[in-house]
């Protein structure tokens, strides 16, 4: 069975610091890895995905993840937070193949940018 | 437009009563999702229909059935609603099951008192 660990639970960072999210994961075969963003009373929104190919993943708003398979790992990444990139950010899994498209879901991270 | 639409918004009933939540997608996609978010904010896929067809089904208890009249809608109805069942439910669709990604709607929150 796959899960997913969010690291950090709240991680607080002032205005245009860079910041990382944790994100690990656990599968005996091979997934699909997603970052979703939920801004305050919102559904979610679909940050950037791994599929296959190269580990390093560009989505949207300047986030970027780096897929590490001997580590398990995709972590979240922006060089520089704006106020408006507080909100409530979850890492995903789902199986890379024979899917039915269920995705597991991490616990959450609260991200507060501060000014 | 909006793409995935859920009515109601908010919804605060009693415990012991039925309701129901409507989801209508205009994306044309095949997939269809409910999920369930706590008051801590955790996620977890309560169902899943592809082309009308249920996929998923995980341990919900029998008091939540889902029923999908087309592709485009999928509603969630709650018999003899309890305390617990208080969450945000989210609807989401998606183009296929898996690499696609899978977009959400705005969610209803309901409150059992």
């Known amino acids: 069975a796959q899960s997913v660990t969010q690291l950090d639970s709240q991680v607080p960072v002032f205005e245009e610091a860079p910041v990382e999210l944790r994100c690990n994961y656990s599968s005996s075969v091979s997934v699909y890895l997603f970052w979703y963003v939920q801004y305050p009373n919102q559904g979610l929104q679909l940050l950037l995905k791994?599929?296959?190919?190269?580990?390093l993943v560009k989505g949207i708003n300047g986030f970027e993840a780096e897929f590490n398979k001997s580590q398990t790992s995709f972590h979240l990444r922006k060089p520089s937070v704006h106020i408006s990139d507080t909100a409530e950010y979850f890492c995903?899994?789902?199986?890379?193949?024979?899917?039915?498209?269920?995705?597991?879901f991490g616990q959450g991270t609260t991200l507060q940018v501060k000014p | 437009d909006t793409a995935v639409s859920q009515t109601p918004k908010y919804l605060v009933t009693q415990m012991g009563n039925d309701k129901s939540i409507k989801c209508e997608q205009n994306?044309?996609?095949?997939?269809m999702y409910w999920y369930k978010q706590d008051s801590k904010k955790f996620l977890k896929i309560m169902f899943s229909?592809?082309?009308?067809?249920?996929?998923i089904n995980e341990t919900v208890p029998n008091r939540f059935s889902p029923k999908s009249p087309d592709k485009a809608h999928l509603n969630l109805h709650i018999n003899s609603l309890e305390l617990g069942d208080s969450a945000v439910y989210f609807c989401a669709s998606s183009q296929g099951a898996g690499r696609y990604e899978q977009y959400f709607g705005p969610g209803t929150r309901l409150t059992v008192t």
């Open positions: 791994y599929l296959s190919g190269s580990t």
């Open positions: 995903a899994v789902t199986l890379g193949s024979g899917n039915t498209g269920k995705l597991i």
């Open positions: 229909y592809n082309n009308k067809e249920l996929i």
């Open positions: 994306l044309g996609h095949d997939t």
